[in-house]
């Protein structure tokens, strides 16, 4: 299809910047041929290049809100702590004794 001597010269410079969201794609290509392969091609009708194919992968983060029931008890816990206090009282009692020497009619 093609001469052996032709000089085909192909430069392909190609930059993909992507931040998972956008993608800029900026594609630079040079071609020189001979002039003669239009010619052969049937006269100026557009050659049919290799398809080229990009695959760019993208993140897409899903927030995916989940209910975590928290539910809080309290005890309370009721000491007693007995303390023991004196209490002081007194009490006074009167005992009478007597003591007999004798009586009157036998004193001496």
């Known amino acids: 299809m093609f001469e052996s001597g032709m000089n ?3 430069e392909f410079d ?6 998972n969201n956008v993608v800029e794609n900026d594609m630079n ?30 993140t897409i983060v899903h927030e ?8 809080t008890r309290i005890i309370n816990h009721h000491v ?3 303390t023991y206090r004196p ?6 009692e009167n ?3 007597n003591i007999q020497c004798g009586s009157c009619c036998n004193f001496r």
């Open 8 to 10: 085909n010269n192909i």
């Open 14 to 19: 190609s930059n993909v910047v992507g931040n």
């Open 29 to 58: 290509v040079d071609i020189n041929m001979m002039n003669n392969v239009n010619s052969m091609m049937g006269g100026g009708c557009p050659m049919s290049e290799p398809v080229q194919e990009k695959c760019i992968h993208k």
């Open 64 to 71: 995916v809100p989940h209910v975590c029931p928290i539910h």
């Open 80 to 82: 007693y702590k007995h």
């Open 87 to 92: 209490r002081y009282t007194c009490s006074e």
């Open 95 to 97: 005992t009478v004794s």
